[in-house]
């Protein structure tokens, strides 16, 4: 190149030469997005490239690099310069003069710019030290000067970044989290920082590090798209603002809205908030599998080959039928077929979020690739999976998100679809609609001790807001969309009716409390009439409290919690009056009655298995989905028939969902007395038992042969069940005006295995007669009522019941 060949480029190449036509590239409304920032960097690259060789003339062993946003050709209109001359350690004052003439024209068009000037090993030891040198060295692209010195700094570089990988991705994972504890998560914040709050694009940039340490990847799918939305909003903000800021402020929404051609500033957030949900998951998938393969690596060859030699097979432990805990994620078993099991995705998840563990990313994939949909109506179990996802505490919500990124969400909730990523332009509101509904739920599920319905608090608290995607009264629109929700789930009409109600009033309590009189009867009474139920107000009770926690710091408070207690106390006075029902009226069928004969007649209890389906509807297609099976037991009376029972169903694992326990009245002319026993059971994993092996082992435990406490010691002691829900604690209260003829002990607790058993073995340590039994298991939650009678069939003196609930609650919480 001549002189004046040197001296025309360094004049094209001059401060006002670029700045116009940086200018019409960014004014020009064809180029925009991708285009828009490759261009910008390729005309930045020219003027650069023409500073340098004007001030290189002579130079060897020298260039000039771009490094990160720069360096991966991601130049928004007010972005930084990142740049980096690298030199082989020649004439230092050569090298200097040569940085002012590239320095000095940035400065003065008002670009921002960040600089350094180094040799390799200088460049190497720098990113050695800081981690953010490193990153930003990691996208490192030749501009001008020796090619060959920049190739070989940017091997060297990817070279001791993937020989230190293991130190230095837990350094930047630490980074990550340290950053997002700072500044939030961007799919929820109302001002996001697109930059760097969580989900933003330093994680975005975080996913290409760990990528290029080849110890793992990210998840790739929506993953460059959902890039490339925060960089196109980027640019429109800096357009809009003409400031080089990522901070997405409200008055500034409108205007970034319309640059980039959508409805409005709640349309720019939503797409905003996908973006940030898709890159959020994918980091949380890949510091997963960046922990998996650490660990993996810590173990040392020569204790591998202890332990057997060559590749460890990771050992699998059973949680539910096709479901399995496997390296510390969910997976599913071997022989799972998602598209034969519709019911697979709830029940992952369900066994999940009560062992407090991810669910893997390829399991997830799979479900959503092959299970078929649900009938519908929902089978019972799916409806009680649902039950126990949502009741599973502060795990649901890693699970749900998982299931939400792969669309399994939406297809089991379509209408999911119009809160999905909805921002709340509301100061008091923290979350997004749909992960307002999650974390309530996650609230209520703190509150299923103190309602005798937990299912219908945990639907009511994930459909409360559904109808926020609609116009209008949210309250109004969300009642229809509960109602047709709940059918579809396969509640009955007087549970669908319930939730409806719950989801129509969910703001009455707190907005009559703040604001109505309370001292007025008309204001009381009309709260009764809406609610109409004490197992209403129950609900809404909790669902209220619920909904107002999960809003945020600013929507509860003692204050307005002593309100609304008074307020429900009032209520309930006016709702009051009705008599319970006695628990003992029924009659019995054909069946239990020739049962009742037989185990009179034998000496020894009599049961049935029977599988028990739902009874198909009109909207159901196909055959009816099974519920598990029905067990039907009669016994001589006799103490210790209860925990003998549930005892040996817990050493064949079988959960109990229902159960009724009660005396049963026998024809004239027969003597005796017998126990009915009438419950529904389902296997928790594997097929079921034979009858004749369940009656022989239930002869053994009534008769004493049987150890069954020590036969369920033993079995946990050698597989300890996984519990990563920190549950409520249970509560045993005694309600003396239930019954006229015994004492009503109610237990509400955490389900688990052996629990009815422990219960059952209480009560006989008590020294009290049990009459008759409700149990229920809905979700994660048993709720259970004992009408029990002294040794002379009298209820309970008020001392001794409290004494006896107090006793039953010291067992359980042991």
Known sequence: MTSTDVTAKAEDSGPSGYAAARLRLLTEGARSGPPRRAGLAELTDDWLAGLFN?????????????????GRGELSPRSDLDLLLLHDGGDSAAIGALADRIWYPVWDLGLALDHSVRTPAEARKTAGEDLKVQLGLLDARHIAGDLGLTAGLRTAILADWRNQAPKRLPQLQELCAERAERQGELQYLLEPDLKEARGGLRDATALRAVAASWLADAPREGLDDARRRLLDVRDALHLATGRATDRLALQEQDQVAAELGLLDADTL??????????????????????????????????????????????????????????????????????DRDPVLPLRAAAAAAQAGLPLSLHAVRRMAAGVRPLPTPWPAEAREQLVTLLGSGRPTIEVWEALEAEGLITRLIPDWERVRCRPQRNAVHIWTVDRHLIETAVRASEFTRRVSRPDLLLVAALLHDIGKGWPGDHSVAGEIIARDVASRIGFDRDDVAVLATLVRHHLLLVETATRRDLEDPATVRSVAEAVGS??????????TEADALATGPAAWSSWRGSLVADLVKRVSAVLSGDEPEDPEAAAPTAEQERLAIEAIATGSPVLALRAQTEVPTEEASGEPEPLGVELLIAVPDQPGVLPAVSGVLAVHRLTVRTAELRALQLPDGVEGSVLLLDWRVAAEYGSLPQAARLRADLVRALDGTLDIAGRLAERDAAYPRRRGVVAPPPRVSVHPAASRLATVIEVRAQDAPGLLFRIGRALEDAGVRVRSSHVSTLGANAVDAFYVTGPEGAPLPGEEAAAVARKLEETLRG
Not at 54 to 70: D, I, K, T
């Open 534 to 543: 004490q197992g209403t107000l129950e609900l809404l009770h909790a669902l």
């Open 269 to 338: 957030l939503r797409q905003v908030y996908e973006a940030a949900r898709i890159i959020s998951y994918a980091s949380d998938v890949t510091w997963r599998e960046v922990g998996r393969v650490l660990r993996s690596r810590a173990v040392r060859p020569r204790l591998r080959s202890m332990l057997g030699g060559g590749k460890q097979v990771a050992e699998r432990s059973p949680l539910a039928e096709g479901v399995v805990e496997q390296d510390g994620e969910v997976v599913l078993a071997r022989a799972a077929r998602p």
């Open 54 to 70: 004007a001030g290189a003339e002579g130079l060897r062993g020298v260039s000039l690099v771009a490094v990160g946003g720069y």
